[in-house]
């Protein structure tokens, strides 16, 4: 049974606005450890837009072409991260996504207002998105956006971009942001968000980087469907999800999900 990392009125919060921003933080070893993978990480990767780097807990990812570093799928498997995700999805987990995104001080690029749903192979269409600060987040730098409740409103429809400065092509247009929340971290905070939630980011001008991770988890109810063609996600960047090993990370498989290109187990 998972440890109550999240109050009631926190999991109540979370299901209500499809964003919640918890009390709970990690520990200072735990982030020193993440940091020190993920500055790993940036630095294999150097050819690769460092707001892109999708796969980053697979050592090797075929779909991507970003070469992974091995403890960031230990530590995506941490408990104190685990625990808050059953909260607010169950108790039958699946780790099948995670990304960093670092935006660079002076040009990181932006992040249009979207549905991560609009991405993602999963059906039934569930995922918790744990968004980890390693660099602090803040309005300056180009921390996430979202616009609370509007993980209720379903699947909108997106429109293409071939703006260079975004990291994702596909985006909505028309959001009315008279509601937008800031959702400014320290290093060691997290957030959850809904994989239906509209959110985004404005690019990062100031002189500060802005690094943060995004752990992506599914309920072990849904499948991971392998035949859904190579999604472009990017101007430079198509994923082949057939090839994306996926994880176990607690309970049971409860959909037929195909752990044969990953391990069906999460690592000790």
């Known amino acids: 049974m998972a440890r109550k990392v999240l109050s009631q009125a926190e999991v109540e919060a979370y299901q209500r606005d499809g964003q919640l921003t918890p009390q709970h933080r990690l520990s200072p070893d735990l982030l020193a450890r993440m940091t020190r993978s993920i500055e790993a990480l940036i630095e294999a990767n150097a050819d690769i837009r460092p707001e892109q780097l999708v796969g980053a807990h697979i050592k090797?990812?075929?779909?991507?072409?970003?070469?992974?570093?091995?403890?960031?799928?230990?530590?995506?498997?941490?408990?104190?991260?685990?625990?808050?995700?059953?909260?607010?999805?169950?108790?039958?987990?699946?780790?099948?996504?995670?990304?960093?995104?670092?935006?660079?001080?002076?040009?990181?690029?932006?992040?249009?207002?979207?549905?991560?749903?609009?991405?993602?192979?999963?059906?039934?269409?569930?995922?918790?998105?744990?968004?980890?600060?390693i660099d602090p987040a803040t309005v300056e730098n180009g921390c996430m956006r979202v616009i609370p409740g509007t993980h209720k409103d379903g699947l909108l429809e997106h429109a293409s971009s071939d703006d260079q400065g975004l990291a994702l092509n596909q985006g909505l247009t028309g959001v009315d942001e008279s509601a937008a929340r800031d959702v400014e971290l320290e290093p060691g905070q997290f957030s959850l968000h809904d994989v239906m939630l509209i959110h985004g980011s404005n690019a990062n001008t100031s002189g500060k980087r802005r690094c943060g991770w995004a752990?992506?988890?599914?309920?072990?109810?849904?499948?991971?469907?392998?035949?859904i063609p190579p999604t472009r996600?990017?101007?430079?960047?198509?994923?082949?999800?057939?090839?994306?090993p996926i994880w176990l990370v607690r309970g049971q498989d409860r959909a037929g999900n195909d752990f044969s290109v990953g391990k069906e187990t999460a690592p000790a």
């Open 233 to 244: 996600i990017a101007r430079n960047q198509v994923i082949d999800f057939s090839q994306r």
């Open 60 to 133: 090797k990812s075929d779909d991507t072409g970003v070469r992974g570093v091995e403890d960031l799928l230990d530590l995506a498997c941490h408990p104190d991260i685990l625990d808050a995700v059953e909260q607010v999805m169950g108790p039958d987990l699946i780790l099948w996504g995670s990304q960093v995104f670092s935006k660079p001080a002076g040009d990181g690029m932006a992040i249009p207002w979207h549905q991560d749903g609009q991405y993602w192979p999963v059906r039934p269409l569930r995922t918790v998105t744990v968004w980890i600060a």
């Open 215 to 227: 752990i992506r988890y599914m309920p072990a109810t849904s499948l991971f469907d392998r035949s």
